[in-house]
């Protein structure tokens, strides 16, 4: 057990440094010596990515160190992610997320989808510019319980309603929970266009994805 | 202001009709002739560099339509619409480079294209990084020269974008006005590297400072004091919440730079030095006053912790206020025309006592904004004045 713990620790270390070929490491060195892929997950990465958000939360840490531990934890997922599909273990929930049409805007969006992964989601990052119909065919095709939608422009941020509607004319919004989150966004505008939740931050993102999935 | 807006506001007004010119195809920013600066009651005139954002010079004007809307763009304005209607754009108009630029349907602005060649990490070399900002040519010191000069005479007050002196500007980072650009250039890896590539940072912006410097000589042996503020940098700091760097970093890796700046600025010239950030950004206040910046813009209230009679009352008498008039995201473009001008007049109200505010609404026009509540901020400012415009 104490080996064990010194791996998830490293591992939890080189998310939250931001240091991805340490945590590449740390994921090989703690599979060798047994660890299952989902307590790397669930033991490692999730509390790693919340430590993240809280230092983004009080502002020791800025875009550039989150955009780092998004890297190393992605360089961790890329590994456990296919150890993950082959035992069949179930994610948080799986969130379909993209910058809505006419959009490309991708940074916030990216650490949003970053944030979700390594709390556990299993996440379909549709990128950026995404027109509605392809919101509504990744859930169809994914199961998806939740979507998540970006904007940065007040022109775009009606794509944001043309995608909620998209989804309910498919038949499939009150399968999923939408919630919504960017710059020019609130929680006002979340409200008018019948979205489930606004997220304020990345971290926000996180808990509010959590409280819709288990409502 | 989005070249929408201008139109708008230009047939609200009964001007003469007649295609608006795309001055800075980026953001589709429209020209305000010297009629409409009349009507709307703008005390400023702005004096630009000879090219656009993607390479090719403000010049030779042609048609273009733009989503119905006829507009002009110069001539070496080349762009493809591809099968799904997004629309790209070629540096320096040139056809056989790849694109730099793409307005996806719905959008109303060029966004850059990022090209980014492999990083090898042993090889990263700063000039890679500095390929557009060289010295500035005859033609191009003749063109900001012409430009001063007319708008000196005009009356209004002349605010300068020379550029050059943009220090870690993501709007140019991606190095849209490149054929094949070298170095760092994606965004994100930009950011990143501000944290983890200092020492590359530090030299990209030393050399950045000189060149800037000698160029800013050289306009200033060409245009004296025909200027009255110089636009140095437009680098955001700040976002809606929170900030892109802590200030123990904006202190290493900007404030010297632009001390630098600023410094010859202010020694050799009578120009203000203007800098723009949107966000939160209120924690950068102080270190911008000590960076040497007399103006800031665009007081993005909306932002945590810009409260505006905070910002008044901490800074008012250290900083000009240029910006903060309207919020753009919400009020301006969604909000009603009573809404409008009660939130202008408030604003007024609190940053216009003792001088050192400029009014200007938080950022660009963009485009979708009705017109009603251009003209609603328009006469408030007016009726703030107590007359007519001008």
Request: aromatic letters at 8%; charged letters at 20%.
């Amino acid at each position: 057990m104490g080996v064990r713990m010194a791996e998830r620790d490293e591992l939890h270390a080189a998310v939250v440094e931001g240091d991805w070929k340490a945590a590449v490491a740390a994921t090989r060195n703690a599979l060798a010596a047994g660890m299952a892929p989902i307590v790397l997950v669930n033991r490692s990465l999730v509390p790693a990515m919340d430590e993240v958000g809280r230092l983004f939360d009080c502002e020791e840490y800025f875009v550039p160190e989150m955009l780092l531990s998004a890297r190393a934890m992605k360089a961790s997922m890329d590994i456990l992610r296919p150890l993950l599909a082959a035992t069949g273990a179930e994610p948080a929930g799986r969130v379909v997320i993209g910058t809505v049409k006419g959009d490309l805007h991708d940074i916030g969006k990216n650490l949003v989808a970053a944030m979700l992964e390594g709390g556990g989601f299993e996440v379909i990052d549709l990128g950026a510019d995404v027109a509605p119909e392809r919101f509504v065919e990744a859930v169809a095709a994914r199961n998806a319980n939740l979507v998540a939608l970006s904007a940065l422009l007040t022109v775009t941020m009606p794509s944001m309603k043309t995608t909620i509607d998209a989804l309910s004319a498919a038949g499939l919004r009150q399968k999923v929970k939408v919630m919504v989150g960017g710059a020019p966004v609130t929680q006002q505008y979340a409200n008018a266009i019948g979205a489930d939740g606004y997220g304020e931050s990345a971290g926000a993102a996180v808990a509010l994805a959590r409280k819709l999935v288990a409502a | 202001m989005h070249v929408t807006c201008v139109a708008a506001l230009r047939d609200y007004y009964g001007l003469p009709a007649h295609p608006v010119k795309v001055h800075e195809p980026g953001q589709m920013l429209g020209l305000v002739e010297d009629d409409l600066r009349r009507a709307m009651g703008i005390d400023v005139i702005g004096v630009f560099p000879r090219k656009t954002k993607f390479g090719f010079p403000n010049t030779g004007w042609k048609e273009w339509n733009f989503r119905g809307l006829n507009v002009l763009v110069p001539a070496d304005f080349r762009t493809a619409t591809r099968p799904d209607g997004d629309i790209l754009i070629y540096p320096q108009g040139d056809e056989t480079a790849e694109p730099s630029g793409r307005m996806p349907v719905g959008s109303a602005f060029f966004d850059a294209i990022i090209r980014q060649p492999e990083i090898d990490e042993e090889k990263l070399d700063p000039a890679d990084n500095l390929e557009e900002f060289g010295a500035l040519s005859e033609e191009d010191l003749d063109h900001i020269e012409r430009s001063a000069r007319a708008a000196c005479v005009s009356g209004w007050a002349v605010a300068a974008g020379f550029g050059g002196t943009g220090l870690g500007d993501v709007a140019l980072v991606p190095g849209t006005s490149l054929k094949k650009p070298k170095g760092i250039r994606d965004v994100a890896e930009w950011y990143i590297s501000t944290r983890t590539r200092r020492g590359y940072i530090h030299a990209v912006f030393e050399r950045q400072c000189e060149i800037g410097i000698q160029n800013l000589a050289r306009i200033h042996a060409r245009i004296g004091d025909a200027v009255d503020c110089v636009y140095l940098c437009g680098t955001d700091f700040g976002t809606q919440n929170s900030a892109f760097c802590s200030v123990p970093t904006f202190r290493e890796l900007w404030l010297p730079f632009y001390q630098r700046l600023t410094g010859w600025v202010h020694a050799n010239t009578t120009w203000k030095c203007f800098k723009h950030s949107c966000g939160s950004v209120e924690r950068f206040f102080e270190s911008f006053i000590e960076a040497g910046f007399d103006i800031i813009n665009p007081v993005q209230c909306s932002a945590a912790g810009m409260e505006p009679a905070a910002l008044k009352s901490k800074y008012g008498r250290r900083l000009v206020f240029w910006g903060g008039g309207v919020d753009t995201q919400k009020t301006l473009p969604f909000g009603t025309p009573q809404e409008v001008r009660e939130e202008v007049l408030r604003r007024c109200e609190i940053f216009a006592p003792g001088g050192g505010f400029v009014f200007n609404a938080i950022h660009n026009l963009q485009a979708g904004t009705p017109v009603e509540n251009i003209v609603a901020m328009l006469d408030a400012v007016q009726e703030f004045n107590g007359g007519a415009h001008g």
